[in-house]
């Protein structure tokens, strides 16, 4: 009963703070002039521009995708499963990325390759120019987008590395080399988990705005902000983002089919089991030094020029002055959110993974419809639902950029809750079942206790997009309280380079800050290991 | 469950609890009525956000503010304006042109104030029935490097073959350029206006995505010139960058310059009424107009006899476009589709 009770609780707030703007919003894109009407439908995918617009964010997808999975997956080896050294603190570094808003790291490379930026300084306006070329456009994109998502690969490769089976790369070891038995044996092994992340890199940045609108290359995104931020026509706008949903569904389906089960039966080797690990030999230092330079060049030299720009005393005292109050706020609201959004996604991975309701499958269906949606069009189905007088202890403080926070974000935490259950054996719940334990005794004493560890990281991981969120934030925050990234980006409309590079660089401090100490007092793993 | 096993999840919960409070205490506390104003706001918020500070100190009233991005990058508050409609947020909107004033009162999002420091503004600058009043105003300019030696006086320089691939303007999809298209639209009538569009695509004009980025590219040399805001002009010559300043159409039977003053709104069913006008009587003062011509944004006074800075002429010697800004607005709404095509979009 009491198992009902709480699911069904949280099923009813996912709809009313998810699910009811979404409708609300897709209402108004089917009510024209007071009648029912597909006519912002038909205009969205009428032009010829629309067609090229999906094939940009489709080129732009795929090859982002393609190299984040490529290098992604070498990077994961290398990382995961060699003697390489400064592996820890590598993998550390080319996490950083993943962790700040995509323009913070666009910014970083304007600073680089842009038109006065340091390739100005050093080669002359000449060089500038043809990099400036190169960065505004598809290369450009294609750079800050792989280079912001190629974690994600890297870091699914260093997890599911964890799932081989030693023994079968043992017996390979017996007839073949290494590299064989890489190609072989490992990657098939961990084929399906490398894809999930593929497709999530896939389908982030077919979602992705800032970065292109920065680097002026038009996708598909684009058509459902010009409605709203030209027009104002929030059913034109809803209208034009519903092809993003389509897309995302498409690929929920292909995920459905060949790899959810796949993935979630993938289990961890007992720890009295040792993962081989490659010895490199000749090639230790040579390949040290390769992911050393691709590490400078991809992470550390970006991130160091802001670091440079932003050095000056005044800068972060203005800085400081200007956004303070906004970085406290953002932490606070980051906190909170990531806690929510832990409890709502726990349920809700829970009674997914144990198919609890009928219905489960809609339900994570729905959480994934929400994380697909523009949040613009979220953020306005937010404020027109809740902006009443009745409702206003909710929509007129902070309280409603939690409820953004968990119609956007939810599908994550219940994912990784998803996949943290399913290494779980369920023998255990079911000898407490026989032993009399309630529903309640066994969630909080089982199954609580030993998904502990991945509930911890899913809480990182929903701190971390909370804290970086603007889509949402931007359109509902009460007024006088805004977050850190809105600030940011308000300040960046004619303020200066140096104040912009330092609240860039606390952006990057308030997102790293927190995690490593949290880290250092509940002692936590690598957090690859359960995303 | 041992002790160790728990600490993660009752620390994670703790730190939502101190954040909790810690956000009831910064963020869902509410001062009293009388105490504050919200305003929201389309100018710059580095430029907007001393004013404001300014307001607070002197009077003791505690401003609220939301602020837009950069036209390009964020839906920004005019959505929400029209989102909240029913139940407004805002007391007060500070537009950077009338034209989103003008879409307000059609809408029935704002309603009518006279401001007694309004006095000393051109009508052509207010609404004649309240809903929005002008002040410190940028002029649509011509940023002109300072190596092209005839420099081009007249927008019609766009449809020039003399000048053929050397102009760039910044999307008229957005921002100040959308309500020049529109003001041309209103002065010559739909089929100049159009045919003056087609010729300025045929003439090879390029687009750049903001008047700031408009600006960059003629400093570049890689255009001669671009139709901008003088604040984006101004502010690049003050950089030592290597252009100059034109203000176009000023021949006696030329069509002007087009001068687009901010504009402050009263919202319909403000929640601090007396606040806001205290507020909107504020920006409309002399003073305010003083400090916004001197900052980075360099803006026109619209008061005559305001100090201003060296770069800028004064409202008085500066030959306007006369337009009605309500015509421009409703002209707007009609060419937007038009815009959206003639961009690609």
Redesign the interface.
């Given at each position: 009963m009491a198992k009902r009770a709480i699911l069904a609780s949280v099923v009813i707030v996912l709809i009313v703070v998810g699910l009811l703007p979404a409708v609300y919003m897709t209402l108004k894109s089917v009510l024209v002039n007071g009648g029912i009407s597909l006519e912002y439908y038909y205009e969205a995918l009428a032009t010829e521009r629309i067609w090229l617009l999906i094939e940009h964010s489709v080129i732009l997808s795929s090859v982002t995708t393609l190299l984040a999975t490529v290098i992604g997956l070498g990077l994961g080896i290398l990382l995961g499963k060699t003697d390489l050294p400064f592996r820890k603190p590598f993998t550390v570094l080319f996490t950083i990325p993943l962790l700040v808003p995509p323009y913070i790291t666009a910014i970083s490379w304007f600073n680089i390759l842009g038109r006065e930026g340091l390739v100005f300084r050093f080669f002359g306006p000449g060089t500038a120019q043809i990099t400036t070329d190169w960065l505004f456009g598809l290369p450009g994109c294609i750079l800050v987008l792989f280079s912001t998502f190629l974690p994600i690969v890297m870091l699914l490769t260093i997890a599911f590395l964890k799932t081989v089976d030693p023994r079968l790369e043992e017996a390979g070891r017996l007839f073949a080399r290494w590299p064989y038995v890489i190609r072989r044996i490992t990657i098939p092994s961990i084929y399906h988990g490398v894809l999930l992340g593929a497709m999530l890199v896939f389908l982030i940045t077919m979602g992705e705005l800032g970065v292109p609108t920065f680097l002026r290359f038009d996708v598909f995104p684009v058509e459902s902000f010009v409605q709203f931020s030209a027009f104002y026509n929030f059913g034109a706008g809803t209208a034009a983002a519903i092809p993003l949903v389509v897309i995302t569904f498409l690929f929920l389906v292909l995920e459905r089919v060949f790899l959810r089960e796949k993935t979630q039966i993938l289990r961890p080797v007992p720890d009295g089991e040792k993962q081989l690990t490659i010895p490199l030999g000749f090639f230790r230092i040579p390949l040290f030094m390769l992911v050393g330079l691709f590490a400078l060049l991809i992470v550390i030299a970006p991130f160091l020029v802001l670091l440079l720009q932003s050095l000056s005393v005044t800068a972060y005292a203005e800085a400081i002055t200007k956004a303070g109050d906004s970085m406290l706020r953002s932490l606070s609201y980051a906190a909170i959110g990531a806690t929510a959004l832990t409890l709502i996604g726990f349920f809700c991975g829970y009674l997914i993974h144990n198919r609890a309701f009928p219905l489960w499958r809609s339900i994570d269906s729905m959480t994934i419809f929400l994380f697909a949606l523009p949040a613009t069009v979220i953020g306005i189905g937010l404020v027109s639902l809740w902006n009443h007088p009745l409702t206003g202890f909710i929509y007129a403080t902070p309280a409603i950029i939690i409820f953004g926070y968990i119609a956007q974000f939810t599908a994550v935490n219940s994912r990784i809750t998803a996949t943290s259950l399913a290494r779980i054996p369920t023998s255990m719940d079911e000898a407490a079942v026989v032993s009399g334990a309630g529903w309640f005794r066994r969630l909080t004493r089982i199954t609580v206790p030993i998904a502990r560890r991945g509930i911890a990281a899913g809480w990182i991981i929903a701190y971390i997009l909370c804290l970086r969120d603007m889509g949402i934030s931007m359109m509902v925050y009460p007024p006088g309280y805004d977050t850190l990234p809105v600030r940011t980006f308000t300040l960046m409309a004619n303020g200066t380079t140096e104040l912009i590079a330092a609240l860039c660089i606390i952006m990057i401090l308030a997102t790293l800050v927190p995690l490593i100490l949290l880290g250092a007092i509940f002692k936590l793993k690598p957090l690859a290991k359960y995303v | 469950?041992n002790s160790k096993?728990?600490?993660?999840?009752i620390?994670?919960?703790a730190?939502?609890v101190?954040?909790?409070v810690?956000?009831a205490v910064?963020?869902?506390t509410?001062p009293a009525e009388s105490e504050e104003v919200?305003?929201?706001v389309s100018e710059?918020?580095?430029?907007s956000?001393p004013i404001l500070k300014d307001f607070e100190e002197e009077t003791g009233i505690?401003?609220?503010?939301?602020?837009?991005?950069?036209?390009?990058?964020?839906?920004?508050v005019?959505?929400?304006l029209?989102?909240?409609k029913?139940?407004p947020?805002?007391d007060v909107y500070w537009a950077n042109e009338p034209i989103r004033a003008e879409?307000l009162k059609g809408k029935g999002i704002s309603a009518s104030y006279f401001s007694p420091n309004a006095e000393g503004i051109a009508d052509i600058f207010k609404d004649p029935d309240g809903y929005w009043t002008g002040f410190s105003a940028r002029a649509r300019v011509f940023v002109v490097h300072k190596d092209v030696e005839d420099a081009p006086e007249s927008v019609k320089a766009y449809v020039d073959p003399a000048w053929k691939e050397k102009g760039v303007i910044a999307n008229p999809?957005?921002g100040t350029t959308?309500s020049e298209v529109a003001a041309l639209f209103t002065l010559w009538g739909d089929e100049d206006a159009t045919a003056f569009m087609e010729a300025m695509k045929e003439n090879g004009t390029g687009i750049a995505?903001s008047n700031g980025e408009s600006s960059?590219l003629v400093a570049?040399r890689e255009y001669d010139f671009s139709l901008v805001d003088s604040d984006d002009a101004v502010?690049r010559i003050r950089q030592g960058k290597d252009i100059k300043m034109v203000y176009p159409d000023q021949g006696e039977d030329e069509i002007g310059c087009m001068i687009v003053p901010n504009a402050v709104v009263f919202i319909e069913g403000a929640p601090h009424p007396d606040n806001a006008k205290i507020l909107m009587d504020y920006l409309l003062s002399e003073e305010t107009e003083r400090k916004l011509a001197f900052a980075?944004?360099a803006q026109i006074p619209l008061h005559a006899g305001v100090d201003k800075p060296d770069e800028l002429k004064a409202i008085e010697d500066i030959k306007a476009m006369e337009v009605n800004y309500a015509e421009v607005a409703k002209k707007l709404d009609e060419i937007?589709p038009y815009l959206?095509e003639w961009v690609?979009?």
């Open positions: - | 469950m096993k728990r600490i993660p999840i620390g994670l919960i730190i939502a101190v954040a909790a810690f956000a910064t963020g869902c509410k919200v305003i929201y710059d918020q580095v430029f956000e505690k401003v609220k503010a939301v602020y837009d991005t950069e036209e390009t990058k964020s839906t920004g005019m959505n929400r029209i989102a909240e029913d139940n947020q805002a879409l999809l957005y959308t995505t960059d570049a502010n980075d944004c937007q959206k690609g979009y």
